[in-house]
């Protein structure tokens, strides 16, 4: 083989090559060592080393004898292909972490799906507007999910956890080798209800649709046992397993209206219960008193307008318990003209008329008072005296919620004690003495009482062994029709009540044809009454279950 001359031009060519490229490779040395050889070496421990989010499971949800009600769970699944292959579900399990390709869903699962879904409501993911709001001062992820509805949405902070942490080790493609160590998410304290679920469920399905509310409450401490407001959703469909197709026809059935919770957004003129209102404005103001009679002539006339008893029948002369009793039209139109509309006003206003409750769940609204000013910025009008006896029976434009009539009952129930309205078993009670007169609760009582025995508006119900205090109510729709919003108001026993009842049937009928039989049918089992018979409405009149 021939050598190359070292003083030929070829033999300084590639000297010169092989001193450039090796100054090339020492200087591509130096400056990965050097200038970027902290940069690197961050960099591939950044590679190796992965710190990932570990989300909490929200708070369990209990009833008032603690079964669950709401629950975080996590749905374990691997990849195949673009298939999920779900390994389970259950709570949070460290080795469930260990495999290459194991992933994991957070969801929040309903028990008692549609019967529980107004008080639990739901959670969904984030969106922008609740990242700017910050509402819990914490900073929300795009996946993290939030209250929507029910006390998921109102006690959302309380609810939540504290996101875990895990520190993963990665191959130089990023898959899992192995887990190096782990902060545990936290879980709030489980939230304990008021709500009594099987009685939630059991009324749910007991009004099979209906377009009704039930309320049951503690008159003492204003805690609600059952808070029903049919027809529902189920929260599961919006949580859970989500069904696009079921939450589009949830929220395009403006006819059913499943979404809106009737007990606390639901307005309605409340009819003859209001008259509890104007009984206790006769007598506190002393207008008038157990003794007082007002004849009912059957019809009044004012020019052009009459106003005439539901009846149809006179009843001769009236005193304030025959009138609670019988539900009489025409004491009332005469009493509240006795009384004027400020004080009418004034005493719906203490009974938390046109004012929230303060219930724990999103949604509720105020209602309206009516009164002269109202009355000339909405319609343009004057206040007359039409309006007025309109308002003693509870019509015009009086707006009210269920749940602000169950309130009221509770007033009478617990003497003149104004609890506020809780669903949740812990929260501090909250009573505000209204200062009724002993003797004029006692009137209203007996009224009550009358009303449930032989002679009283709510027939369904004369034949109960435990002495109940009730108010059937028909209300008017107002739209032109001649539909009755059907309600019935009750507390028993009368003279030491255990509970308070509400229920309103929209475009029911007659209160105590179809609200009362409900509620019968309802305390044959709170108060063990088996064999007690509830008459029904028929085409019979009154016959037997």
């Known amino acids: 083989m021939n050598q190359i001359d070292d003083s030929s031009w070829k033999y300084w060519i590639m000297k010169f090559g092989l001193i450039f490229s090796l100054g090339i490779i020492l200087v591509s040395i130096a400056k990965l060592t050097l200038i970027k050889g902290k940069y690197y070496k961050n960099l591939a421990i950044e590679n190796k080393l992965m710190e990932k989010k570990i989300p909490a499971a929200r708070a369990i949800i209990k009833d008032r004898k603690g079964r669950v009600v709401a629950k975080s769970v996590y749905q374990y699944f691997r990849m195949d292909g673009d298939n999920k292959i779900y390994e389970g579900v259950g709570d949070f399990q460290g080795y469930k972490f260990e495999g290459k390709d194991l992933a994991y869903e957070l969801k929040r699962t309903y028990p008692y799906g549609e019967s529980m879904s107004f008080i639990t409501g739901y959670v969904g993911k984030v969106n922008q507007s609740d990242k700017d709001k910050n509402e819990c001062g914490i900073k929300l992820d795009d996946d993290e999910i939030i209250g929507r509805s029910g006390v998921e949405s109102f006690l959302d902070c309380q609810l939540r956890g504290e996101d875990g942490r895990r520190l993963v080790e990665v191959d130089a493609l990023g898959k899992y080798v192995r887990e190096l160590g782990r902060q545990e998410p936290k879980v709030s304290p489980d939230l304990d209800l008021s709500i009594d679920a099987y009685w939630q469920d059991k009324i749910y399905k007991l009004l099979d649709g209906k377009k009704a509310v039930v309320i049951i409450s503690e008159p003492k401490t204003g805690k609600i046992i059952s808070l029903v407001s049919s027809p529902g959703f189920n929260a599961n469909d919006f949580s859970y397993e989500v069904d696009s197709l079921k939450i589009k026809e949830y929220l395009n059935d403006n006819e059913n209206l499943p979404m809106m919770n009737r007990a606390i957004s639901g307005r309605y003129s409340p009819g003859s219960v209001f008259k509890i209102v104007i009984a206790t404005a006769g007598l506190e103001s002393g207008v008038i008193n157990k003794e007082t009679q007002i004849e009912d002539t059957g019809i009044i006339k004012i020019g052009d307008y009459s106003y005439k008893t539901w009846s149809g029948i006179s009843d001769g002369m009236v005193s304030i318990v025959k009138a609670i009793k019988r539900s009489n039209d025409i004491f009332f139109y005469k009493l509240g003209e006795m009384l004027g509309l400020d004080r009418i006003v004034d005493w719906a206003k203490k009974y938390g008329y046109g004012t929230k409750t303060g219930v724990e769940l999103i949604g509720e609204l105020d209602g309206i008072v009516p009164d002269s000013e109202w009355k000339k910025k909405v319609k343009g009008e004057n206040w007359f005296l039409g309006d007025t006896y309109h308002l003693s029976i509870g019509q015009g434009g009086l707006s009210i919620t269920p749940l602000q009539v169950n309130q009221m009952t509770n007033i009478i129930a617990n003497k003149g004690m104004k609890c506020k309205m809780s669903i949740l078993k812990n929260s501090k009670v909250e009573c505000e003495d209204l200062k009724l007169k002993k003797e004029n609760v006692s009137t209203i009582i007996e009224g009550m009482k009358a009303a449930c025995k032989s002679g009283g508006t709510a027939w369904p119900l004369f034949n109960f062994k435990t002495e109940i205090a009730c108010k059937t109510g028909t209300a008017e729709v107002g739209d032109g ?65």
């Open 481 to 545: 029709s001649k539909d009755t919003q059907a309600w019935l108001t009750a507390f028993a026993p009368a003279d030491d009540p255990q509970i308070s009842i509400t229920v309103l049937v929209e475009r029911g009928g007659e209160g105590s044809d179809v609200a009362a039989p409900i509620v019968g049918d309802i305390l044959k089992e709170w108060f063990e009454e088996p064999n007690t018979l509830v008459p029904r409405y028929t085409k019979n009149r009154q016959e037997a279950e």
